[in-house]
């Protein structure tokens, strides 16, 4: 079983079109994470919810709206694709932590990645 | 804000050498975890090593292990007898302790591995 999921893992599409990608993770983690990688391979933190409560919005273009319809999936839907949006996204999950970091593994367990390509 | 510093873009290393790829940080936090992620071609990214910051025992995970600094906010991975498949980008990452979950990781730019056979 993967433990988060990402589909579709390819989207080739037209400038001006709008796309989704969904997220599913089987952890049971409270917390699901947005990131893009862009061409250079840099990971920027784009959104985060817990527990579907949006807790972290990045400086992120109001094109992108991602929304969480419980806390087991966590779905990105981009309005008016630009050619600056191909990259590679992934989405993560991690438990919420609690007492000290001692009890924590802190880690973010990460999808496979959903390459994007904008024409 | 909290920022990773990867100094080196590429490396480059002999299949059974060892290799140290370098990360600094910048917090004024005290409580937080220090992670080395793998990003094969496959792009999947994958957990390598963990650092919690109250410990001062470096981490260390068979070939893979890590000279962690605190004050000097220094936390290198060092890679023991490199195999072929150890080639892939090594992203250091940087994480509060924090109960809101406010706090996502930050990661370096990366560093390319390459092992010459």
């Known amino acids: 079983d993967t433990a988060v999921s990402q589909t579709p893992k390819y989207l080739v599409t037209q400038m001006g079109n709008d796309k989704s990608i969904k997220c599913e993770q089987n952890?049971?983690?409270?917390?699901m994470y947005w990131y893009k990688q862009d061409s250079k391979k840099f990971l920027k933190i784009m959104f985060s919810?817990?527990?579907?409560?949006?807790?972290i919005n990045e400086t992120v273009p109001n094109r992108f709206s991602p929304k969480s319809p419980d806390k087991a999936h966590l779905n990105l839907h981009i309005n008016s694709l630009e050619l600056g949006d191909s990259a590679v996204y992934f989405c993560?999950?991690?438990?919420?932590?609690?007492?000290?970091?001692?009890?924590?593994?802190?880690?973010?367990?990460f999808g496979e990645g959903s390459r994007l390509t904008v024409l | 804000a909290q920022t990773v510093t990867q100094s080196q873009p590429e490396m480059s290393v002999q299949e059974a050498e060892t290799v140290t790829l370098s990360c600094t940080y910048d917090t004024s936090e005290s409580d937080y975890y220090l992670f080395w992620y793998k990003q094969p071609p496959s792009r999947q990214m994958i957990l390598v090593i963990r650092?919690?910051?109250?410990?001062?025992q470096n981490a260390t995970e068979n070939r893979f292990s890590v000279n962690f600094q605190k004050a000097a906010k220094s936390f290198s991975l060092k890679i023991s007898d490199s195999q072929l498949g150890d080639a892939a980008m090594y992203f250091c990452a940087y994480r509060i302790h924090e109960y809101t979950g406010r706090r996502a990781l930050t990661f370096g730019s990366g560093t390319r591995l390459q092992v010459q056979p």
């Open positions: 919810y817990n527990n579907k409560e949006l807790i």
């Open positions: 650092q919690e910051a109250y410990k001062q």
């Open positions: 993560a999950s991690s438990p919420r932590d609690r007492g000290t970091s001692a009890l924590n593994t802190g880690e973010l367990f």
């Open positions: 952890l049971g983690h409270d917390t």
